[in-house]
């Protein structure tokens, strides 16, 4: 059972209609999963600060949410740390988050009191705690999509990109930005395991 303050932030983030172009994206997310025996997605970004952390936590939410058998990763081309504008972003949603220590910390993200939480922290998509083969690699940003023809060890290969949210650093805009990136990929997410079980 999730966290009821994220049902809460689904219902508003889920009356957002998602267009027919990115609906067929998503759609190639829905067929992967469908398809694979243990399906494992692996979302990589730049640095794995921003939207490939938030990516990879909407999927494992609504993959639970949903009751669909899914494992979720996620890395960078360089590893850097977890985005505090993006950690602010889950906790607004609603996300129980402790943060460790370091310069790099390892944050404990938790959707539900029955699931043990999710261990979040910067590193590359070929880090020894990701997936070396049998995957799905998920491409958030074209900058990471460009410096890696190939991911290794990847089954599938889907370019989902969304706007950095990083742009909004430093501007006293950050709060909305961030919100509305997260809004959005919960959103996404929350269709493509909807539609893994319809």
Not at 9 to 34: F, G, Q
Not at 65 to 93: L, Q, R
Not at 188 to 193: D, K, L, R, S, T
């Amino acid at each position: 059972m999730i966290y009821p303050q994220i049902k809460t932030y689904l219902e508003k983030a889920t009356s957002v209609e998602i267009t027919d172009a990115r609906k067929s994206i998503l759609n190639e997310i829905v067929e992967y999963i469908k398809s694979a025996e243990d399906p494992k997605l692996n979302f990589i970004c730049t640095h794995n600060s921003r939207r490939s952390h938030l990516s990879q936590i909407w999927a494992q939410t609504m993959a639970h949410h949903y009751g669909v058998k899914v494992e979720t990763f996620s890395g960078g081309t360089e590893a850097t740390a977890f985005n505090s504008n993006a950690v602010a972003a889950i906790e607004s949603a609603g996300f129980g988050v402790i943060k460790g220590e370091g310069s790099n910390p390892r944050y404990k993200v938790k959707f539900s009191d029955g699931v043990p939480p999710m261990i979040c922290y910067s590193k590359t998509f070929d880090d020894n705690v990701n997936p070396g083969s049998d995957f799905a690699a998920i491409m958030t940003c074209s900058e990471a999509d460009a410096e890696c023809p190939i991911v290794f060890g990847a089954d599938a290969r889907i370019k989902l990109f969304y706007e950095d949210p990083k742009v909004s650093d430093g501007t006293g805009n950050e709060e909305k930005v961030y919100g509305e990136r997260s809004g959005q990929i919960a959103a996404e997410m929350a269709y493509v395991f909807s539609q893994v079980k319809s």
